[in-house]
């Protein structure tokens, strides 16, 4: 099992490794099967390239979002107005508050984190609560049932306190990227622990 890392894209074998691999791939059947030593086609490595900037850009900023207080403030203003109280259906008052926002820039966040009226009967006073106390409610984070402030760090403000609105960049992606690596990275170490491209099995041993 030896490795070889002076010419990583290459190969990461050394000599003694690749002839124990030919053998082996010479003397397998394979179930009958032959196989080549073919490269991977470059269209396919810049297919599999533009699939992962595709799905990056598509779900921009969706992925690892975090819902806040204040995309749901306008719902908890209009949950106790006459027209959302005439309607018995929780389902119904709900589509009601969604279809009447207007604060246009909050609704792709809405349509990303939708919850019941049960779900925000239950964060209702926490956020009067933060409005009476003036904060930003984009700072508060919804876990579950409880309003919490946010667990980011950012720039200091005028009042001495950090900013803690999650960062544009940190929607999930950070780890996304890693994850992304880690199986490119996977991929190119078991492509390049074969042999190389540059030989081929002739596919001559009788089995």
């Not at 099992?1 to 394979?30: C, H, R």
């Not at 508050?97 to 609704?107: F, G, Q, R, Y």
């Not at 890693?178 to 002739?202: E, G, M, N, T």
Request: charged share 25%; hydrophobic share 40%.
């Amino acid at each position: 099992m030896g490795w070889k890392t002076d010419k990583p894209l290459y190969s990461l074998t050394d000599e003694a490794q690749n002839t124990a691999a030919t053998k082996v791939w010479e003397g397998e059947s394979l179930g009958g099967i032959s196989e080549d030593n073919n490269r991977l086609p470059t269209p396919v490595v810049w297919l599999l390239a533009a699939t992962i900037v595709t799905a990056f850009l598509v779900t921009f900023p969706l992925w690892g979002q975090r819902p806040t207080a204040e995309i749901y403030a306008e719902y908890v203003q209009m949950m106790d107005s006459p027209a959302v109280e005439a309607i018995a259906d929780d389902a119904k008052k709900m589509e009601y508050l969604v279809a009447n926002v207007k604060d246009t820039s909050l609704k792709g966040y809405q349509e990303r984190h939708p919850l019941t009226m049960d779900d925000l009967r239950m964060i209702k006073d926490q956020v009067i609560e933060l409005q009476r106390q003036g904060v930003d409610l984009a700072e508060y984070t919804i876990i579950g049932p409880h309003v919490q402030l946010a667990n980011f760090e950012g720039n200091w403000k005028e009042d001495g306190t950090r900013e803690r609105k999650q960062p544009w960049w940190d929607k999930g992606y950070t780890i996304d990227i890693f994850y992304v690596a880690y199986f490119c990275i996977a991929v190119l170490i078991v492509i390049k622990r074969l042999p190389h491209f540059s030989w081929q099995p002739d596919h001559s041993i009788a089995h």
